[in-house]
């Protein structure tokens, strides 16, 4: 069975001029010290060395990261372990780091979900180690010498996390290690309320969003941005001057759940909305607009809207949204949701791919959707 000797001086070489390179090599060496602290070697961490000029003899354990840091967005890697040699290998700076904690994996370390942890060190996860070979605690088995993942860029089948709203900045900060750790493509922010408890936010929670962005891009995380937010681009205060843009139920107006999608002046609004929506956020490329979480199938029912079904109103708000978004951005995307066998005859718009699970479903982890909840 080969094995990891972690009592070699091992050294880690990293691709010249990338940030992110330097972030993984330093998590690769604080994982490998916690192994050598788990067999009680006691040696320095493994050290960090810019590959390009990196120069030794034959006998140097050496890790060897690489990365096309041109290639954001490509999730495979491979790697491979020799008898003093570790190469981990992601056509991309995403794919170095699946490969990083997919090696890591394979010797058996797991990074449980943070509200499944019982203690936090600054909101990091304490790590589970894998059991200690008693005869030799320094050697850690693995299953094989090689790994493997293909690269697979379709926009609509990346695994993604869901950050909750309600979720603090430490307890972010928690879940997007976790992605990184997990082999997470990309992280979604909800986007800020325009009304309610949520609307206008201070300085310092722009803040607070901005350094969870960097530090979620430091990992080479894909950040996308929405969820259930389409009823976002309705904002509620018009209700009171204008209660004709929401939800008919029983005959009479309702500003909860959804909104009138028929009714001209609610589509000039979702236009306006929209427009300073992808404006604010220029350089996310996925944007997710799903109906009011837990009632995706409740919409209006006013003499317009009846003759189209919660999925064709749906689409004629999203459809409206998708259609600013083409101008502003033509290569951002939008995502939709809907599950029905009913044939709907509204068309969705090319920048546009449907979900038939949300994260917050039954067996949504199986099609790459994680839903972060608060920690316990």
Same mark, same amino acid.
């Given at each position: 069975?080969?094995?990891?000797?972690?009592?070699?001086?091992?050294?880690?070489?990293? =691709?010249?001029?990338?940030?992110?390179?330097?972030?993984?090599?330093?998590?690769?060496?604080?994982?490998?010290?916690?192994?050598?602290?788990?067999?009680?070697?006691?040696?320095?961490?493994? @050290?960090?060395?810019?590959?390009?000029?990196?120069?030794?003899?034959?006998?140097?354990?050496?890790?060897?990261?690489?990365?096309?840091?041109?290639?954001?967005?490509?999730?495979?890697?491979?790697?491979?372990? @020799?008898?003093?040699?570790?190469?981990?290998?992601?056509?991309?700076?995403? @794919?170095?780091?699946?490969?990083?904690?997919?090696?890591?994996?394979?010797?058996?370390?797991?990074?449980?979900?943070?509200?499944?942890?019982?203690?936090?060190?600054?909101?990091?996860?304490?790590?589970?180690?894998? !059991?200690?070979?008693?005869?030799?605690?320094?050697?850690?088995?693995?299953?094989?010498?090689?790994?493997?993942? =293909? /690269?697979?860029?379709?926009?609509?089948?990346?695994?993604?996390?869901?950050?909750?709203?309600?979720?603090?900045?430490?307890?972010?900060?928690?879940?997007?290690?976790?992605?990184?750790?997990?082999?997470?493509?990309?992280?979604?922010?909800?986007?800020?309320?325009?009304?309610?408890?949520?609307?206008?936010?201070? @300085?310092?929670?722009?803040?607070?969003?901005?350094?969870?962005?960097?530090?979620?891009?430091?990992?080479?995380?894909?950040?996308?941005?929405?969820?259930?937010?389409?009823?976002?681009?309705?904002?509620?205060?018009?209700?009171?001057?204008? &209660?004709?843009?929401?939800?008919?139920?029983?005959?009479?107006?309702?500003?909860?759940?959804?909104?009138?999608?028929?009714?001209?002046?609610?589509?000039?609004?979702?236009?306006?909305?929209?427009?300073?929506?992808?404006?604010?956020?220029?350089?996310?490329?996925?944007?997710?607009?799903?109906?009011?979480?837990?009632?995706?199938?409740?919409?209006?029912?006013? &003499?317009?809207?009846?003759?189209?079904?919660?999925?064709?109103?749906?689409?004629? /708000?999203?459809?409206?949204?998708?259609?600013?978004?083409?101008?502003?951005? &033509?290569?951002?995307?939008?995502?939709?949701?809907?599950?029905?066998?009913?044939?709907?005859?509204?068309?969705?718009? !090319?920048?546009?791919?449907?979900?038939?699970?949300?994260?917050?479903?039954?067996?949504?982890?199986?099609?790459?959707?994680?839903?972060?909840?608060?920690?316990?």
């Amino acid at each position: 069975m080969p094995i990891f000797d972690v009592s070699k001086e091992w050294v880690i070489l990293i =691709p010249p001029q990338s940030p992110a390179g330097r972030q993984y090599g330093e998590e690769l060496s604080r994982a490998i010290d916690m192994l050598r602290k788990q067999a009680r070697v006691l040696m320095p961490s493994p @050290g960090l060395e810019d590959a390009s000029r990196f120069g030794s003899d034959d006998s140097t354990p050496i890790i060897l990261l690489n990365a096309e840091p041109d290639r954001k967005k490509s999730n495979g890697f491979s790697w491979r372990l @020799g008898r003093d040699r570790l190469e981990i290998y992601g056509p991309s700076e995403r @794919g170095l780091c699946n490969g990083i904690f997919d090696f890591l994996a394979t010797l058996g370390m797991r990074w449980p979900r943070p509200n499944e942890a019982l203690s936090l060190d600054r909101g990091r996860v304490s790590t589970i180690l894998p !059991p200690i070979d008693r005869v030799r605690p320094w050697e850690y088995p693995l299953q094989g010498t090689k790994g493997y993942q =293909p /690269a697979n860029t379709h926009v609509s089948e990346r695994r993604r996390l869901f950050l909750d709203r309600t979720l603090s900045p430490k307890q972010r900060e928690a879940w997007i290690l976790w992605a990184a750790q997990n082999k997470i493509d990309g992280v979604v922010f909800p986007l800020p309320e325009t009304a309610g408890l949520f609307a206008g936010l201070t @300085g310092n929670q722009n803040r607070s969003r901005d350094s969870l962005v960097s530090l979620a891009e430091t990992y080479a995380l894909i950040v996308e941005e929405g969820g259930w937010d389409l009823p976002l681009l309705v904002p509620r205060r018009y209700f009171y001057r204008n &209660p004709e843009l929401f939800r008919m139920k029983q005959g009479k107006r309702d500003r909860r759940i959804n909104f009138c999608a028929t009714n001209p002046d609610t589509l000039d609004i979702i236009r306006h909305e929209a427009a300073k929506l992808f404006r604010e956020h220029p350089k996310t490329g996925v944007f997710h607009l799903w109906p009011e979480r837990g009632h995706e199938r409740i919409w209006c029912a006013c &003499p317009s809207c009846r003759a189209f079904s919660p999925e064709e109103q749906n689409r004629i /708000a999203v459809n409206c949204a998708a259609d600013v978004l083409a101008e502003i951005n &033509p290569a951002a995307r939008i995502s939709y949701y809907e599950k029905t066998d009913e044939q709907i005859d509204i068309r969705p718009r !090319p920048n546009m791919f449907g979900l038939t699970k949300l994260p917050d479903e039954r067996d949504a982890e199986s099609a790459g959707l994680f839903w972060a909840t608060a920690l316990l």
